[in-house]
């Protein structure tokens, strides 16, 4: 199984950016769908951006051209770059890893079974 470990979170203004990253021990993330999921308060948690074990990626809407998603293999680590930040991405965010193909379930939280415990980003308004 895989043991998603997140980090880069931060307080950073409107407009600037982060690079998240997820450490993933116990087994390597090539054949896993792996994903990044996040959580306001009083909200419920949303897929922001998922890449596939074919490496298919697929983003929400709301962070479209602003986010990008990519796995670096070699250092079992997923990667979350993300630009122009706004107050509305203030949330934990958490990694995800499924060992089953995502396609069009990429950013539901249903296929994945590993989960990290989060790292909280913030956009002051």
């Known amino acids: 199984q895989v043991q998603p470990v997140e980090s880069g979170g931060g307080s950073v203004l409107a407009g600037g950016s982060l690079r998240l990253s997820c450490a993933a021990s116990?087994?390597?993330?090539?054949?896993?769908?792996m994903g990044w999921f996040r959580q306001a308060p009083g909200k419920e948690r949303e897929g922001v951006a998922a890449i596939d074990i074919d490496r298919t990626t697929t983003y929400a809407d709301s962070v479209k051209g602003r986010f990008t998603i990519s796995k670096d293999t070699a250092k079992n680590t997923l990667y979350l770059q993300m630009n122009s930040l706004k107050p509305e991405d203030t949330a934990m965010y958490y990694c995800?890893?499924?060992?089953?193909?995502?396609?069009?379930?990429?950013?539901?939280?249903?296929?994945?079974?590993?989960w990290g415990q989060g790292t909280q980003v913030t956009v002051p308004s």
């Open positions: 995800a890893a499924s060992s089953a193909f995502g396609g069009s379930r990429r950013l539901s939280e249903v296929p994945y079974n590993y």
């Open positions: 116990g087994h390597t993330i090539t054949y896993y769908l």
